[in-house]
Nanobody, 120 residues
Framework: QVQLVESGGGLAQAGGSLRLSCVAS????????MGWFRQAPGKEREFVAA????????YYEDSVKERFAVSRDGAKNTVYLQMNSLKPEDTAVYYC?????????????WGQGTQVTVSK
C-alpha cells in the first residue's frame, strides 16, 4: 500500500533551520505532484509548498516564500522541505501529500505528520 513517511521535525529557535524529508513507497513517485501542508493547534490545515512531477516548478504559500524550499529526489522517492529563518508562527504539524492530478487539486495520499516547534 501507499506510504508517506515524514521525518526531520523537532525543536528549533527562531531564525534557525530544519529540513523535513518524506519518503514515498507503494506508488510511482514520478507520477505525483508532491506537497507539504501544515496544521497549527486550533487552526485548519494549510498549504505550504508543492513541487511538480518533474521537479521543475515549485509553489509556495506567501508567508514561506524566500524562507522555505521544496525539492525532490526521484532516485530516493523523497521530497524535502528546507525551512530557513524559522518563526514561532511556523510551529505546526507538517504533512507531506501526493497528488495524481493538478497542483491545486485534491491530494490522494497523506503522511502521518511531523511536529515542528519554533521557540522565540
Amino acid at each position: 500500500q501507499v506510504q508517506l513517511v515524514e521525518s526531520g521535525g523537532g525543536l528549533a529557535q527562531a531564525g534557525g533551520s530544519l529540513r523535513l524529508s518524506c519518503v514515498a513507497s507503494g506508488l510511482t513517485f514520478s507520477r505525483y505532484v508532491m506537497g507539504w501542508f501544515r496544521q497549527a493547534p486550533g487552526k485548519e490545515r494549510e498549504f505550504v509548498a508543492a513541487i511538480s512531477r518533474a521537479g521543475i516548478t515549485t509553489y509556495y504559500e506567501d508567508s514561506v516564500k524566500e524562507r522555505f524550499a521544496v525539492s525532490r529526489d526521484g532516485a530516493k522517492n523523497t521530497v524535502y522541505l528546507q525551512m530557513n529563518s524559522l518563526k514561532p508562527e511556523d510551529t505546526a504539524v507538517y504533512y507531506c501529500a501526493a497528488n495524481s492530478g493538478a497542483v491545486n487539486g485534491k491530494y490522494d495520499y497523506w503522511g502521518q505528520g511531523t511536529q515542528v516547534t519554533v521557540s522565540k
